[in-house]
Every structure is written in structure tokens, then in C-alpha cells.
């Protein structure tokens, strides 16, 4: 009976017109965007939210497989669910251990979306900065690589517009990265990801999931907005306060340290 009912609510369609859609596309999409509401504001609950909508999305992409109404195997999409899986689990490990590591947030910062848990005088948090010469090499290279091999492997597979495909799922690994890094540089990814992925996702026919990256694309530029804002205060406010003396940090620890015990 449970069984029945999970496949349902699996194959529940919206018929609009001709065309018919998947729940589980529109609701898996809907994660996403709580996914990316929550990376803007840095708060943990970011992560496993969009684990939710990858596992849902994963089966959506896969649609000759799943025999879904688009009947389209999109493989660097459906891949890239995957890939989030990972990324994600690594980014949540590393915003908690920001967040049980006792450091600061900024000071207009709400107590209750803080992904930190004791306030410092340090600014060794999961802040905004942007990436290094040597990080922006990294990622330029793994682009370009990443998108050939990706194409030819996808082209192998039989996906359906490969080079399209190669790049965003590139892209996303790269976007997916610099955020548990914290690099500002992620949301200018997920623009390039969404001017390829809108078009594709359109001529596929997963309409939901192309309107979707239209909003996310609302969202990419409005955090990019509030995470370079972020990194200017944080730096602005280093300026005058300067950084902690080796002291002043071996205390910090040790009153850390105290208190948690």
C-alpha cells in the first residue's frame, strides 16, 4: 500500500495543455531555490534542503530511463545531482565546523540564521572573500577541461545536447565548490551556468526547471549583492579594528576551550 502511494505521488503529473510535468520536477526545483535562499544567508539548513531536491531532480533528468513525459536522458544534468550530493556533503561539514568552531559573524548579523554558535575576536569564519590568483587558475582550468571531457563522455552516453550539458555540470561543481569555500566568485558561476542551462532546459522541454533557473538567476545576482556587501563590511571593519595579536588568540582559545568544558 506505502509502496503505491510513494509511486503516485513519483508519477503525479500537471497537465498543461499538451504538455504534462512532473510534480517531483517542480518541487525538486522548489528545494533548490530554499537551497539557494539559504547559501545567501549563510545558514546551514542550505545544504540538506538541496540534498532533498537532488534526489528528487535526479530521477527527473533521467527520463528515458524513468520513462518521465520528456523522455529525455540529460545526463550532465542528472549527473550533477549527483555531484551536488558530494559537494554538499562536504559543504555542510564545513559550514558546521565554521559553526562549533565559536567564531564571528558579523554584527548585524540574526543570532538565530548565524552559522556560528560562540562569538570570537577573529574573522577565520566561513566569510565572503574572493578567491585567490592561483584558486581562479584551478578554476578556469577544471572549465575548460571539465567541459571537453565532460562532452565527449556525455556525446559516448547519447545525452541529449552534450556540450550544453558538459558545462553545467562543470559549472556546478565549480558554483557548488566556491560556495563551501565561501569565494564570492560562485555566483558569477551560477550566471554562466543559468545563460546555458535556460535555453537547454527549454528546447528539452523540462519547462518547469527552465523557469526555475530564470528565478534562480533573480536569486544568484541578489546574493552576489549581499555576499559582496558581507565581504566589504567584513574587510572595512578589519581595517580599523586590525587582526587579533597571536595573544589575543591563544586566549580566546583558552576561554573557549573553558567554557566549553
Request: charged content about 15%.
Amino acid at each position: 500500500m506505502s509502496g503505491s502511494l510513494i509511486t503516485s505521488l513519483l508519477d503525479a503529473q500537471w497537465t498543461i495543455g499538451d504538455t504534462s510535468i512532473l510534480w517531483r520536477e517542480i518541487i525538486g526545483n522548489g528545494f533548490g531555490i530554499a537551497s539557494a535562499v539559504g547559501g545567501m544567508r549563510r545558514v546551514i539548513w542550505a545544504w540538506p534542503v538541496g540534498i532533498i531536491g537532488n534526489i528528487l531532480l535526479f530521477t527527473v533528468f533521467l527520463g528515458g530511463v524513468f520513462h518521465t513525459p520528456q523522455d529525455l536522458d540529460l545526463y550532465g544534468q542528472a549527473g550533477r545531482q549527483v555531484m551536488f550530493l558530494i559537494v554538499s556533503s562536504y559543504g555542510w561539514w564545513q559550514w558546521h565546523r565554521a559553526k562549533t568552531a565559536g567564531l564571528r559573524e558579523p554584527a548585524q548579523a540574526d543570532p538565530s540564521r548565524s552559522i556560528l554558535s560562540e562569538p570570537a575576536d577573529t574573522y577565520e569564519a566561513v566569510q565572503p572573500h574572493w578567491a585567490s590568483a592561483r584558486e581562479r587558475v584551478f578554476m578556469a582550468v577544471v572549465a575548460v577541461v571539465g567541459t571537453c571531457g565532460f562532452a565527449w563522455l556525455f556525446s559516448a552516453l547519447g545525452s541529449w545536447g552534450p556540450w550544453s550539458d558538459a558545462w553545467i555540470f562543470t559549472g556546478s561543481l565549480l558554483a557548488t565548490l566556491g560556495m563551501a569555500r565561501g569565494w564570492t566568485e560562485f555566483w558569477l558561476i551560477w550566471i554562466a551556468v543559468d545563460l546555458v542551462g535556460v535555453p537547454l532546459l527549454f528546447s528539452a522541454g523540462y519547462y518547469p526547471s527552465a523557469l526555475l533557473y530564470l528565478i534562480y538567476a533573480v536569486f544568484v545576482i541578489w546574493g552576489f549583492v549581499v555576499w559582496l556587501k558581507v565581504q566589504r563590511e567584513t574587510q572595512a571593519r578589519a581595517r580599523v579594528e586590525g587582526p587579533p595579536t597571536a595573544a589575543d588568540t591563544t586566549g580566546q582559545r583558552t576561554v573557549r576551550t573553558a567554557q566549553r568544558h
